[in-house]
């Protein structure tokens, strides 16, 4: 149990479907993150929310759009996705804010398969 | 700009062998360096870091790593390799904008 709660775990939808990707943490964090994790490539940093707002937005496709509602939420909603968007989504937390020097927390991951 | 390479994208050792896992760096700025493992359907677990304190770090599970800024390494050990070892390893480097760069892995397999 590392503290940070990804569901579903694997998400399976068509390229017109709209669906949610939820991630929790009980470590009282104050920083999290969305990664893509593809087969073969380094993780790719999605998102990061500091303190509920988001400070980092990587050039990331607008059919991917997250949500932080609070310090312990985090979502990510998908909508119109393309087939090479399937990889395992990571969520991870760290304390503190960004700082590269803290050590990030993260989910089991929720893997998603795009048809 | 900040980059990791892991050479080997797979490392094989017998059980009770050495198990070194290589990842180079390169940085503009004193770097902090990690060492994540991934299990099997899991999330990365921080197995180690280094933060410009001493150069040989210790980790969990018995791994430890050594930070050679001549070089540019900081190479993942461990004497002995345990069946539970089996899993992917990842190296990341901070950068300047406090992002981590993450390698693209290395799974390791161990053979009884």
């Known amino acids: 149990e590392t503290g940070v709660t990804q569901t579903p775990r694997h998400l399976v939808m068509g390229m017109t479907n709209k669906k949610s990707l939820k991630c929790e943490q009980h470590?009282?964090?104050?920083?999290m993150y969305w990664y893509k994790q593809s087969a073969k490539k380094p993780l790719e940093l999605m998102f990061v929310?500091?303190?509920?707002?988001?400070?980092e937005n990587n050039s990331v496709p607008s059919r991917f759009s997250p949500e932080c509602p609070n310090s312990s939420h985090l979502f990510l909603h998908l909508h119109t996705l393309q087939p090479e968007d399937s990889a395992l989504y990571l969520c991870?937390?760290?304390?503190?804010?960004?700082?590269?020097?803290?050590?990030?927390?993260f989910g089991a991951g929720t893997r998603l398969s795009v048809l | 700009a900040q980059s990791v390479t892991q050479l080997g994208s797979h490392v094989s050792v017998s059980e009770g062998a050495l198990v070194l896992l290589r990842c180079n760096y390169s940085?503009?700025?004193?770097?902090?360096l990690f060492w994540y493992v991934q299990y099997p359907n899991q999330g990365l677990q921080l197995l180690l870091k280094?933060?410009?304190?001493?150069?040989l770090v210790k980790g969990i599970n018995g791994f430890e790593a050594e930070f050679k800024k001549s070089e540019t390494s900081f190479h993942l050990t461990k004497p002995s390799a345990h069946m539970s070892d089996a899993a992917e390893y990842f190296c990341?480097?901070?950068?300047?904008?406090?992002?981590?760069?993450f390698g693209t892995g290395t799974r390791l397999q161990v053979f009884p």
């Open positions: 991870a937390s760290s304390p503190r804010g960004r700082l590269a020097k803290n050590i990030q927390y």
């Open positions: 990341a480097v901070s950068d300047p904008t406090d992002k981590l760069i």
């Open positions: 470590l009282g964090h104050n920083a």
């Open positions: 280094y933060t410009s304190a001493a150069t």
């Open positions: 929310y500091s303190l509920e707002e988001r400070v």
């Open positions: 940085s503009s700025v004193p770097p902090y």
